[in-house]
Structures are given as structure tokens and as C-alpha cells.
């Protein structure tokens, strides 16, 4: 079972450069998330989607822009990637969250982007 | 306000100590809570729900107090294989907010 899949897994860009990550997932899950991995800052959610052609901001949405036209896609841009945005990208997904019974989310192996 | 803290540790404990990290959440309204693994590089994975009747898996323990917003994960008797950062997941709805994570190194 494939699960998340996130392509590329590793990704040196320019400054000024242009990229778009790719999260697919084969679980038919709802929901879909990115998150950025830094030092010491945990993982931050960048943002989300909760259906097929809807995304809503997270916590650190500047400079990034998503997609969502098809429920197992969920695609991260950087229109102009700054050394800021240096870091471990992670996807995830998980199904509709039931009031009191968790849903758990599961992860893609991440994408390691080094802009310079 | 962070909505999840943890401490950042490292904790570094002898094979086949008893070892608990702790992690409160701001948000009284959250509706389920997670401890989560990661292994150096690698991405996150469930290592337990948490439910407010507390849960075990073999030598893992997870409570949760939700009036005092308070989390806790206790591992008996440490293996090497127990190295890793665990995170602590809060979920409010639509959003998962994870802690910063606790270091745990097991030394032979």
C-alpha cells in the first residue's frame, strides 16, 4: 500500500525559482495537509484542504499557494522560492474528523527543499 | 500561546528505565489527542490515541486530563529501539497542532 506519496524527496532551488510539490494519496481521504518541518519550531501548518476544490489558510501560509482539483491530489506551490522557505515539507491526510473518536493522520515521506 | 507545549528534553535514560514526557494544550474545546513518533529524517507516525479513560500498548501508557489540559506518555522499561522524538498531536476539527517534541535517546 502506497498511502502519501510526496515526489519530489529532495529539491535545491535559486532564489526567485518556482516549484510545485506533489502529495498523493490512495485512501481516499477527505482531508489533506501541509506542513513545514523547522529547528526547534515542530511542524507548522502551512495549508489544508477538506475536500475536493476547497483549501483554507494555516498557520504560516505566505508565500505558498495549494490546490486541490482532484480528492487524492493536494499540490504545494512556491511562486518565488526565498531562503526562508528552506525546510522539510510534509504531507499528510487523514478522513473527516468524528467529534470525540480521532482521526489519526498519516504522512508522506517528506520533500527536503534547500533554497540558496 | 502555542496551542500544544512539550518539553523539548533530550531525556537520555539507561535501556530498561521507566521514562514519561508530559505536553498541555491550550484549547479546552480540542477534540482528540495523539502521540505521535519520529525517527531522524524520517516523517511522523501514530504511536497511540489518547482517551480520556487511559490506554495501554504493550510497555506505552497514555493518559489525558482534560481538566487540567494535560497529556502524559509513559514507557516502561526502555529499549534501544525507543530513540526517537515524540510528539504530542492536539486535534480541534479540521486542524492538527503538534508540539516541538521531546528527544529520547536509550543508552545501553
Known amino acids: 500500500n502506497a498511502g502519501v506519496t510526496q515526489t519530489p524527496k529532495f529539491r535545491v532551488l535559486k532564489t526567485g525559482q518556482s516549484m510545485t510539490l506533489l502529495c498523493a494519496q490512495d485512501m481516499n481521504h477527505e482531508y489533506m495537509y501541509w506542513y513545514r518541518q523547522d529547528p526547534g519550531m515542530g511542524l507548522r501548518l502551512i495549508h489544508y484542504s477538506v475536500g475536493e476544490g476547497t483549501t483554507a489558510k494555516g498557520e504560516v501560509p505566505d508565500g505558498y499557494n495549494v490546490s486541490r482539483l482532484k480528492k487524492q491530489n493536494f499540490l504545494l506551490g512556491l511562486e518565488s522560492a526565498a531562503p526562508s522557505q528552506t525546510s522539510v515539507y510534509f504531507c499528510?491526510?487523514?478522513?473527516?474528523?468524528?467529534?470525540?473518536?480521532?482521526?489519526?493522520?498519516?504522512f508522506g515521506q517528506g520533500t527536503r527543499l534547500t533554497v540558496v | 500561546r502555542k496551542e500544544v507545549e512539550q518539553d523539548p528534553g533530550p531525556f537520555n535514560v539507561p535501556e530498561g528505565a521507566t521514562v514519561a514526557f508530559n505536553c498541555t494544550y491550550s484549547?479546552?474545546?480540542?477534540?482528540?489527542f495523539f502521540w505521535y513518533r519520529q525517527d531522524c529524517r524520517k516523517e511522523p507516525k501514530l504511536l497511540m490515541s489518547v482517551y480520556s479513560s487511559g490506554n495501554e500498548d504493550g510497555r506505552f501508557t497514555a493518559q489525558l486530563n482534560r481538566a487540567s489540559q494535560y497529556i502524559s506518555l509513559l514507557i516502561r522499561d526502555s529499549k534501544l529501539s525507543d530513540s526517537a522524538t515524540y510528539l504530542c498531536v492536539v486535534n480541534n476539527g479540521n486542524q492538527f497542532y503538534f508540539g516541538t517534541g521531546t528527544s529520547l535517546t536509550v543508552i545501553p
Open positions: 499528510a491526510s487523514s478522513k473527516p474528523h468524528l467529534r470525540w473518536k480521532g482521526t489519526e493522520a498519516f
Open positions: 484549547n479546552s474545546a480540542s477534540q482528540s
